[in-house]
């Protein structure tokens, strides 16, 4: 029981958060609350600083300006996805290997694999529908066997928070609604999920809370609130603005009221 109220409590806070590289930033002044077991889509044109900003929230990135708090979690406490295209898929590791790597939570980098762990990894597969896959090399994978593998990894992590960068992009319908059965079974847990995303009917039909991003916020809030065609304008617009050569700033820009 303890576990689970700590779950429920505000995790994510965002207080004036600048993110960038090389002193250039990519996210900034990002002001707002997620609370725990929430489930929130971050949407916005390309360029729009999403990957920039689970990079941050995974502890990949350091802040420019701002902080970003957990609630007390440590890094052992977030399961973050990257883009596909940030795995190296000619690194010679089998699809159980690389799943297994979820465990290092509870066996360390370098801790011993026991029957218990084979058989969580080999759950963790059947769950995500790729039985039978254990020895294959991770590149001869397709594109949507990719994303359940990395998908099953996340599930052997068993975080409270779970960041997912551009989860269903090309990828199959069917693939696309078994993992979507996955978030919303993480979400019913009571886990916090973050998702980038763009398709914005997935958004509506799926994701309660969105956070409309243009390199800075545009509108946070209720989906249905956020997803207006004048917000969805003022983010293009502001990221078709945007200076990539612009130096990190200090003052703050308002978001529009969701």
């Not at 916005?44 to 990079?55: E, M, V």
Request: hydrophobic content about 45%; some cysteine; charged content about 20%.
């Amino acid at each position: 029981m303890a576990a689970q109220t700590q779950i429920q409590q505000a995790q994510v806070k965002f207080s004036n958060v600048t993110l960038g590289y090389d002193r250039h930033p990519a996210v900034h002044h990002l002001n707002l609350e997620v609370a725990g077991g929430a489930l929130v889509a971050v949407i916005g044109p390309n360029g729009a600083g999403k990957s920039t900003l689970f990079r941050g929230l995974a502890g990949i990135l350091k802040p420019l300006a701002g902080s970003i708090s957990l609630g007390g979690l440590d890094s052992k406490d977030i399961a973050y996805l990257p883009q596909t295209a940030d795995i190296d898929r000619s690194f010679p590791i089998s699809v159980f290997d690389f799943v297994g790597t979820g465990l290092w939570r509870s066996t360390g980098f370098f801790g011993g694999m026991g029957k218990k762990e084979r058989e969580r990894i080999l759950a963790g597969l059947a769950a995500v529908g790729l039985n039978g896959f254990e020895n294959r090399p991770i590149g001869t994978l397709s594109g949507g066997q990719m994303q359940r593998m990395l998908f099953a990894r996340v599930l052997l992590q068993d975080a409270r928070l779970i960041v997912l960068d551009e989860p269903f992009n090309a990828i199959d319908a069917k693939t696309s609604a078994d993992l979507i059965a996955l978030v919303k079974r993480w979400h019913g847990e009571g886990r916090t999920v973050l998702a980038a995303l763009h398709d914005l009917d997935m958004v509506r039909n799926h994701f309660p809370e969105t956070l409309l991003l243009a390199r800075g916020p545009v509108a946070w809030g209720a989906t249905a609130q956020v997803l207006t065609p004048d917000n969805l304008l003022v983010a293009m617009k502001m990221c078709e603005a945007f200076d990539d050569r612009a130096a990190a700033c200090a003052e703050d820009t308002p978001s529009r009221a969701a």
